[in-house]
């Protein structure tokens, strides 16, 4: 493997002061903080190169540097020992477990100080060379899911990395983390009426066109899966009912949540499309999605209804960002679509 040319972007020749920082927010960093930020970016973009280098299996390098509230700086890279996703961790997990467990200590030694634990900045970098950077990084869907909380990140959490786009001009990307997170305002219900009025986005109305599907078909994709949802005894463990559908063709596949423990337990929707991946001998198109159940939510535990982690794995190869979104809220029936639940900002390109 060739040798790196960073030259350009060793800090003594760079002007950070110069290097713009694009967001959607106007944020104001201070010259200090940006020259913090881009050391970060560096050292985990050196990380993650070396972390190809020594050989981890998917050939693919990241690290990411966070700052925590306390303004302390952890940083880790993705660690794969194996090709399945159990044995993974990515570059964001790794750090964040580092600060996690970083802050924990310090409060074990000196509990007076309390122990208040937030992530304030994501650095992530990539081992792709800096000088062929284009899109900016992003977390992946695992991560998202494990992101989607309030107990260690909040509002505010900001993500950065580099990026160069088509002047190739180098620069910071700066992104709310809130922002690639489904509708967090958005609460499903487990109380079903067929007389709920049905609200549909206009990227959604789009899709109905696309795949010729009607209000009449919405309703009976959700009697289903709410008809399921009363039969579901399966779930004695957890406590937590959640049903999924997944409409193709002309027809509908439904699938109970099943619990093996607490915490684990078969996830519905991507039960259901393996399911009809196999009846349709992997020429499956899903047009639309459907969830049913009950939300655990409060200030400080979300277990939601809808996995982000399913909803990453179908939308890349048998569903879409146009994909229909069915859900069932308190007062109404949301109908959307998987890319605006999940926005991708981001195309992960794996390639192993
Ligand atoms: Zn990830």
Same mark, same amino acid.
């Given at each position: 493997?060739?040798?790196?040319?960073?030259?350009?972007?060793?800090?003594?020749?760079?002007?950070?002061?110069?290097?713009?920082?694009?967001?959607?927010?106007?944020?104001?960093?201070?010259?200090?903080?940006?020259?913090?930020?881009?050391?970060?970016?560096?050292?985990?973009?050196?990380?993650?190169? !070396?972390?190809?280098?020594?050989?981890?299996?998917?050939?693919?390098?990241?690290?990411?540097?966070?700052?925590?509230?306390?303004?302390?700086?952890?940083?880790?890279?993705?660690?794969?020992?194996?090709?399945?996703?159990?044995?993974?961790?990515?570059?964001?997990?790794?750090?964040?477990?580092?600060?996690?467990?970083?802050?924990?200590?310090?409060?074990?030694?000196?509990?007076?100080?309390?122990?208040?634990?937030?992530?304030?900045?994501?650095?992530?970098?990539?081992?792709?060379?800096?000088?062929?950077?284009?899109?900016?990084?992003?977390?992946?869907?695992?991560?998202?899911?494990? #992101?989607?909380?309030?107990?260690?990140?909040?509002?505010?959490?900001?993500?950065?990395?580099?990026?160069?786009?088509?002047?190739?001009?180098?620069?910071?990307?700066?992104?709310?983390?809130?922002?690639? #997170?489904?509708?967090?305002?958005?609460?499903?219900?487990?109380?079903?009426?067929?007389?709920?009025?049905?609200? !549909?986005?206009? #990227?959604?109305?789009?899709? #109905?066109?696309?795949?010729?599907?009607?209000?009449?078909?919405?309703?009976?994709?959700?009697?289903?899966?709410?008809?399921?949802?009363?039969?579901?005894?399966?779930?004695?463990?957890?406590?937590?009912?959640?049903?999924?559908?997944?409409?193709?063709?002309?027809?509908?596949?439904?699938?109970?949540?099943?619990?093996?423990?607490?915490?684990?337990?078969?996830?519905?929707?991507?039960?259901?499309?393996?399911?009809?991946?196999?009846?349709?001998?992997?020429?499956?198109?899903?047009?639309?999605?459907?969830?049913?159940?009950?939300?655990?939510?409060?200030?400080?535990?979300?277990?939601?209804?809808?996995?982000?982690?399913?909803?990453?794995?179908?939308?890349?190869?048998?569903?879409?960002?146009?994909?229909?979104?069915?859900?069932?809220?308190?007062?109404?029936?949301?109908?959307?679509?998987?890319?605006?639940?999940?926005?991708?900002?981001?195309?992960?390109?794996?390639?192993?």
């Amino acid at each position: 493997m060739a040798e790196e040319k960073i030259s350009l972007e060793t800090i003594s020749e760079v002007d950070i002061e110069k290097i713009p920082v694009i967001s959607d927010y106007g944020i104001d960093l201070s010259l200090e903080e940006k020259i913090e930020i881009y050391n970060k970016l560096l050292e985990a973009h050196k990380l993650a190169k !070396t972390n190809v280098k020594v050989g981890n299996v998917t050939n693919r390098g990241f690290a990411t540097y966070v700052c925590t509230n306390k303004n302390k700086w952890s940083l880790g890279t993705n660690f794969n020992n194996t090709r399945n996703d159990i044995s993974s961790v990515c570059g964001e997990r790794s750090a964040i477990l580092s600060a996690y467990n970083y802050a924990l200590v310090s409060y074990m030694k000196n509990p007076q100080s309390g122990f208040d634990f937030k992530i304030k900045y994501m650095c992530m970098s990539s081992n792709i060379d800096i000088n062929d950077y284009y899109d900016f990084i992003v977390p992946c869907e695992d991560c998202l899911s494990w #992101l989607n909380t309030n107990r260690c990140f909040d509002e505010d959490t900001m993500i950065f990395s580099f990026v160069r786009k088509e002047d190739r001009i180098l620069k910071i990307s700066a992104t709310k983390l809130v922002d690639l #997170l489904p509708y967090r305002i958005v609460k499903t219900s487990s109380i079903y009426s067929e007389n709920k009025d049905i609200k !549909t986005t206009p #990227l959604a109305q789009k899709s #109905l066109l696309k795949f010729k599907i009607d209000k009449n078909i919405i309703k009976n994709i959700l009697f289903k899966t709410y008809e399921a949802y009363k039969n579901n005894n399966l779930v004695k463990i957890s406590g937590q009912n959640i049903i999924a559908s997944v409409f193709f063709g002309d027809e509908i596949m439904t699938f109970k949540k099943l619990d093996w423990t607490k915490r684990w337990f078969v996830e519905p929707l991507e039960h259901a499309c393996a399911e009809a991946m196999q009846k349709t001998d992997g020429n499956l198109e899903i047009k639309a999605v459907c969830y049913f159940g009950d939300e655990y939510n409060n200030s400080e535990i979300k277990d939601g209804v809808v996995s982000i982690k399913t909803l990453g794995r179908i939308r890349q190869k048998h569903a879409s960002g146009d994909t229909l979104l069915i859900l069932n809220l308190e007062n109404e029936i949301l109908v959307t679509t998987i890319g605006e639940y999940l926005p991708k900002k981001f195309v992960q390109g794996y390639k192993i």
